[in-house]
């Protein structure tokens, strides 16, 4: 239970991040266009209302999670065959594949994914449905968009029991086929406050390069450790391949993430409306940028 103290801070902090808000939105939206290609024309980007809209009702049961998973990239326009369910022993992964629109490049990939698993306590809603929301619009601002890599969209299942679903990904990868992955993008619980990075599981040009992503957004951005915690930029990282997770958690995430408040009233959707932005201007600058760029030298 929350002290008075603590309410009125949290209430004055949500006022801050409302209006630091509202001042972002119209440099964030001129910085993707550019990115893309000199002005925007043609490309649907989701607004903080649509956001909004995905926590009217999230399933709250595991066994609801896949289904509506694939649900909501329908919504976003995936025809059902583009939807595949990779599977592996013990977990199941949600794919939809976009290839480059070049020969010269389609073997170089872009791995952009988030968790759809929730623990048993609460819904998930921050731990990850978030995620998983982000990933669908990135998604579908991008789905007629033409890239220079080849991007799949993957909704992992098992992060919370081990990080199943990324390391069963990973693991038939050999070491020459490691080489064309050039980077993986992992969205991990936003919605708390603003984007943020896991510096300890992230690789540190692309955490030097989401930083830059940010500040031409205009949109805050901190970087941070997670001593000891885990995403499913991890597995990535075992197999050398270059990987980011983007969260939005605040201090006070310890008592949302794992237990009954983890609902849509503890969901900001405008954090996760800028987790959305920033995850799909940094993918589109990785596509711009060759493989080598972010391997260690």
């Given amino acids: 239970m929350k002290t008075i103290k603590e309410k009125i801070f949290s209430f004055i902090s949500y006022l ?9 939105l119209p440099s964030a939206q001129d910085a ?20 909004k809209s995905e926590f009217d009702s999230v399933p709250c049961k595991n066994e609801e999670r896949q289904n509506a998973v694939k649900s909501l990239f329908e919504r976003m326009g995936a025809a059902p065959d583009e939807i595949t369910i990779d599977k592996f022993k013990h977990v199941e992964n949600v794919v939809i594949r976009k290839a480059a629109s070049t020969s010269e490049t389609a073997n170089e990939k872009i791995v952009i994914g988030a968790h759809y698993d929730k623990t048993a306590a609460g819904c998930g809603a921050v731990d990850n449905w978030t995620g998983i929301v982000a990933l669908a619009h990135v998604y579908r601002t991008l789905k007629e968009v033409p890239l220079n890599k080849t991007i799949l969209f993957i909704a992992f299942g098992g992060e919370e029991q081990g990080l199943l679903g990324s390391a069963a990904m990973v693991e ?11 980077a993986m993008i992992n969205m991990d619980s936003f919605g708390l406050t603003i984007p943020q990075v896991i510096e300890d599981i992230s690789s540190k040009k692309l955490v030097e390069l989401s930083e830059k992503v940010a500040k031409e957004m205009d949109v805050p951005f901190k970087r941070g450790y997670f001593s000891g915690g885990t995403s499913d ?20 995430w310890k008592n949302i993430l794992h237990t009954g408040f983890d609902k849509s009233a503890s969901v900001k959707p405008e954090g996760v409306y800028l987790g959305y932005r920033l995850s799909l201007s940094l993918l589109v600058r990785i596509d711009k940028t060759s493989c080598q760029e972010f391997r260690k030298k």
């Fill in 16 to 24: 801050f991040f409302c209006l630091v808000f509202s001042l972002l």
């Fill in 32 to 51: 993707f266009a550019q990115d893309v290609n000199g002005d925007g024309n043609g490309i649907h980007l989701s607004t903080p209302e649509e956001i």
């Fill in 172 to 182: 038939p990868i050999k070491k020459p086929e490691a080489a064309e992955y050039c």
């Fill in 233 to 252: 930029s991890d597995s990535f990282l075992k197999k050398n391949i270059p990987a980011i997770t983007l969260h939005g958690l605040s201090n006070n």
